[in-house]
């Protein structure tokens, strides 16, 4: 599972402590400054799979599966690392649960780390068969110990017809991501833009 790789479907069995959220806590969507705390920050950025997943790209039928469409689950690390089998449970936690286009306000720890791996799910059916798809990381995240925010850019994935990746890019959205920063947060705290780069092999 290299990280320049391609989005690879795979057919796995999901353990069911993943379904019941038992994977390790993700990083808190942050609403209001007030649960971010002094030693804490608030990290912003996007996901972006182009062309955009269809509907019938992921076949949700199972009870409840629906709250995965579009979802994707960023998998991040204080230490780099290349996957080359199956991550376990512990893997995910930690990790920036997404929507797919939508930009996330998450809270991070004033420690700079890595983006590892993303995935999320083609498949999750009534017969119990599930299968997960894998985007590329390979992409460290420097954050400082001065930071309240700090925007991360928008980490695009181009793909075929096929769910192979065929590029992969940071893309600098900065004064958009700012402006909806504004919005939610007010102007007291400073968005710093500390775009994602990739990891040098």
Request: charged share 25%; aromatic share 12%.
């Amino acid at each position: 599972m290299r990280r320049r790789g391609f989005i690879r479907t795979a057919s796995v069995l999901i353990a069911a402590a993943f379904l019941s959220s038992c994977a390790g806590p993700a990083r808190e969507t942050v609403k209001s400054f007030s649960q971010v705390g002094s030693d804490k920050a608030v990290l912003v950025g996007r996901i972006v799979l182009d062309p955009p997943l269809e509907k019938d790209d992921q076949v949700l039928t199972a009870w409840g599966s629906d709250s995965y469409r579009n979802k994707v689950y960023v998998l991040t690390g204080y230490h780099w690392k290349e996957y080359e089998e199956e991550p376990g449970m512990d893997a995910y936690s930690g990790r920036i649960e997404a929507v797919f286009g939508k930009t996330f306000f998450v809270k991070t720890s004033t420690r700079s780390f890595y983006v590892l791996l993303g995935v999320f799910f083609t498949e999750i059916s009534g017969d119990g068969g599930m299968k997960k798809a894998y985007l590329p990381g390979g992409f460290k995240v420097s954050v400082t110990e001065d930071d309240k925010a700090v925007y991360i850019g928008t980490i695009q994935y181009s793909r075929d017809e096929f769910m192979h990746v065929t590029g992969v890019k940071v893309v600098d959205d900065y004064e958009a991501a700012k402006a909806q920063f504004e919005k939610k947060f007010g102007s007291k705290h400073k968005l710093r833009k500390a775009l994602a780069v990739p990891v040098e092999s």
